[in-house]
């Protein structure tokens, strides 16, 4: 069977099909839940257009209270083989060239937000399952696209999926890297409160309000922040100072009482902080060298304190690294401040897949002036080398790229520690840069057709 063959026959067919996908702005929006559209109606409109296109393409679909669903290839037992795929994505952010849901064309990649986490290779995974269909494959085994809504998120929807569907025997999600993830670290997002007793003295500065980052999982690539009572002329040429130095874009607004500075800084996927440029450690950076109020500069200074230059949890002494999965790293991902109500932080941390939560949990319990709203733990997930999912989706790779499928292990959290045999298997070939989460995330078309032949070949040989 030529799977590269059967994919290029159908080269115009998947770009359209991907492009028409990539222009639903798939994001969580609470203004829009209803009892259809548990995440809103952008996600829906994703989710039934998924669901549709299995439809017309006869397939077996099934929709969960809009949570999670499938479209499903029968085979002749009652296993099945998942392939777990999300239409949600992350906020698009800023800056970027061009319209993030224009699915632009640009040099053989398309852009927008979404083509590479998920929304590209899930059609890539669709056709990969209809080229079997099509040619009418025998199975043994039912193949299921599983698809999720709220992955970026707090996974409510395959917790919804597998309260009321079966565990497949094995499966993968196309949402990583290639050649195959075996390994995917612990991941735990943490709330932390300012005390609400803490003292409010003033200082020569006020700080009024700070607020910077949309998710936990992603590195903030802007941050804005209001003092009350500043000498502006004296303020405003430090400012000016410090972005020089920092080497950042900023700008500052002046009011009859007040000055409002704001920062770029360069977002990134919190699996790898190093990545971007913290825009809210940054302010809070240029604030620590004023003179604020209690309240304001205990809550600046524990950010600088604790996460300025440092996302390997160093400072928290929470520090740790295996050989299986590398390095614990810590994403302050959400700042928020108000004089009335004090500040509040969101930290994902990723920590090795011998890690131990507890551990993690002491580290931040012991941070003075704060308490831990929420602690929320995805543990860690992790497939033996020897197991036949691994040897199998070894063998296809190798097959059809000629090159060495070496096991991985990231930071990220995909779909596939949803299932008790899962791995996470492309789209992104060694060597390119991954640009998931950031401004102008692009699929390379070659990339998203390769992907395609390398699913078809792998559900075939899983499911045969």
Known sequence: MNWKDEVEKRRDEIIKETQSFLRIKSVLDEETISDVAPFGEGINEAFLHLLQLGADSDFS?????????????????????????????????????SDPYGANIRDGKIFARGALDDKGPTIAAFYALKIIKDLALPLTKNVRMIIGTDEESEWRCVDHYFKHEKMPVVGFAPDADFPIIFAEKGIIDVTLKQTST?????????????????????????????????????????????LNEAEVKGVCKVDADSLTFSIEGISAHAMEPNNGKNAGILLAAFLNK?????????????????????????????????????????????????????????????YPVTGNAEYIKKGFTALDGFDLH??????????????????????????????????????????????????AFGPLFPG??????????????????????IYAQAIYELAK
């Open 61 to 97: 679909i099934k929709n969960l209270d809009g949570y999670a669903g499938h479209i499903e290839l029968i085979g002749s037992s009652e296993d099945v083989v998942g392939v777990l795929c999300h239409v949600d994505v992350v906020p698009e952010g800023d800056g970027w060239t």
């Open 290 to 350: 004023l003179e604020l109020d209690t309240q304001g500069r205990h809550y600046i200074k524990t950010i600088v304190d604790v996460f300025e230059n440092d996302t390997r949890g160093e400072n928290l002494k929470i520090s740790y690294k295996d050989e299986i999965s590398g390095d614990l790293t810590v994403n302050l991902g959400v700042m928020s401040y108000s004089k009335e109500s004090g500040g509040q932080i969101g930290v994902n941390v990723r």
């Open 432 to 453: 390119r840069p991954d640009i998931a989460h950031q401004k102008d995330e692009y699929i390379i078309i070659e990339d998203l057709l390769k992907a395609t032949a």
């Open 198 to 242: 803490m003292e409010t003295e003033q200082g020569d500065v006020n700080l009024q309000s700070f607020q910077s980052g949309r998710r936990f999982n992603m590195v903030p690539d802007f941050a804005e922040a209001t003092i009350m009572n500043p000498n502006a002329t004296d303020v405003r040429q430090l400012f000016t100072d410090y």
């Open 374 to 423: 929420s602690f929320v733990d995805s543990k860690p997930h992790h497939v033996e080398e020897d197991h036949p999912l691994i040897q199998t989706l070894q063998s296809v790779y190798e097959q059809q790229t000629g090159e060495k499928a070496e096991l991985i292990a990231i930071g990220g959290g995909t779909y596939a520690r949803a299932l008790e045999a899962g791995v």
